[in-house]
């Protein structure tokens, strides 16, 4: 017995062609998300969301790369390359201006202090 034409596929290959379909419309409303979730926060939420946002897919990447030059090289391999490069993105650290007198404030004294200390960064 024939499936009825409405529940009949429009692609031809059966099932996996769907599946195919499925993935293609997928992927692509990810990445209207990915476009549109970043406006989105900075309109609604502030530089500050859309900031706590950017470091979470930087480190999202990182650990998706990391997962991705597995398939082409040695754990031992990969292991020393990604250590190496934490390491020099933390070096970076040093290079912010004030850091050390920023990190011994107390909390209520943290607001605007850069501000405050480098007002000709902020000047618009």
Do not use: C
Request: proline share 6%; aromatic share 12%.
């Amino acid at each position: 017995m024939p499936l009825p034409t409405f529940l009949r596929s429009p692609i031809p290959g059966g099932s996996f062609r769907w599946l195919l379909a499925s993935d293609a419309l997928t992927l692509l409303s990810m990445m209207v998300g990915q476009v549109a979730l970043p406006w989105w926060i900075a309109q609604s939420g502030g530089a500050h969301d859309l900031a706590v946002f950017a470091v979470s897919m930087a480190a999202m990447s990182f650990v998706a790369i990391a997962g991705v030059a597995l398939a082409h090289a040695g754990v031992r391999t990969v292991y020393v390359a990604f250590g190496l490069a934490s390491v020099v993105s933390a070096l970076g650290f040093f290079l912010i201006p004030g850091l050390r007198a920023f990190m011994a404030l107390e909390h209520d004294e943290v607001d605007n202090w850069y501000g405050r200390t480098y007002p000709k960064a902020f000047e618009t």
